[in-house]
Structures are given as structure tokens and as C-alpha cells.
């Protein structure tokens, strides 16, 4: 009995000595996960700032082209209205 008793034991001890290196293998693969899972968030944030930065670049110069479109069309509208006015047949210079 004492025996089989020891050998149970050896058996329990050799179970924990795995147990134990199954742990230890996977804590490396835990923190290299848990690495680029920080890197992945870092490259996620510094993406949105890019694009914050562009999408107020690209507002920028879409009010600026706005701007420059309303101009042109009040230019051509009070040049249309001024030809329209001359009623010479000839086109004034």
C-alpha cells in the first residue's frame, strides 16, 4: 500500500511540475499578446489623430473652395446682370 501510496504522490508532483511549465510557457505568450495589444491601441490612436488633423485640413480648404465658388458666382451674376442692362448691340469693353 505504501507503494502505490508514493508512487500516487511522484504521479501528483510530476501533474504540478507540468502545470507549472504550461503556466511559465504561457505567461510569454500572455505578454507578448498583451505587448501588441498595447502597440495595436497606439497605432489605433495616433491613426485617429492623423485623421482628425487631415478631416480639419480637408474642412479647411473645403470652406476655402466655398468661399472662392460663391465669389466667382456673384462675379458672374453681376457681370450677366450688367450685359443684359446695355442694350447696345455691340459688346462694351
Excluded: W
Amino acid at each position: 500500500m505504501g507503494i502505490i501510496a508514493r508512487r500516487i504522490e511522484y504521479l501528483e508532483e510530476q501533474a504540478e511540475a507540468r502545470n507549472k511549465q504550461v503556466i511559465g510557457d504561457h505567461a510569454a505568450c500572455k505578454r507578448e499578446i498583451a505587448r501588441l495589444t498595447e502597440e495595436l491601441e497606439q497605432e489605433r490612436s495616433s491613426r485617429a489623430v492623423l485623421i482628425g488633423k487631415k478631416n480639419a485640413e480637408i474642412s479647411f480648404f473645403k470652406t476655402e473652395l466655398d468661399g472662392l465658388l460663391a465669389e466667382i458666382a456673384n462675379t458672374s451674376a453681376s457681370s450677366n446682370s450688367a450685359a443684359k442692362s446695355d442694350n447696345s448691340p455691340f459688346v462694351s469693353v
